[in-house]
């Protein structure tokens, strides 16, 4: 059983920036590939960005790239956000997933965090 608990979420000016954390409780972090995914009012969850389990591979979506960092420090069992030059339609609910499904383990979501960009 994996535990994820988002942080750092808050409201910011268009242009700022925010850095999200994600905290997993367990010894199985480096087995999981992390991700962080989000959600806006009236819309579907979206994928925002993934890192690989070792670090060394991330990609993004498209309406991210360039702006936001994904990144992850095993000794600490967290993954990160960094999201630069915040945008209104960056506003949404960012939960953060753990897959650990490639190894034979299970799928986990935390409870979100909001972000909220003001124009």
């Known amino acids: 059983q994996v535990q994820l608990v988002e942080s750092g979420g808050g409201l910011v000016q268009a242009g700022g920036s925010l850095r999200l954390s994600c905290a997993a409780s367990g010894r199985t972090f480096s087995a999981y590939t992390m991700s962080w995914f989000r959600q806006a009012p009236g819309k579907e969850r979206e994928f925002v960005g993934t890192v690989s389990r070792s670090g060394g591979s991330t990609s993004y979506a498209d309406s991210v790239k360039g702006r936001f960092t994904i990144s992850r420090d095993n000794a600490k069992n967290t993954v990160y956000l960094q999201m630069n030059n915040l945008k209104p339609e960056d506003t949404a609910v960012y939960y953060c997933?753990?897959?650990?499904?490639?190894?034979?383990?299970?799928?986990?979501w935390g409870q979100g965090t909001q972000v909220t960009v003001s124009s």
């Open positions: 997933n753990a897959d650990g499904r490639q190894l034979g383990f299970s799928d986990y």
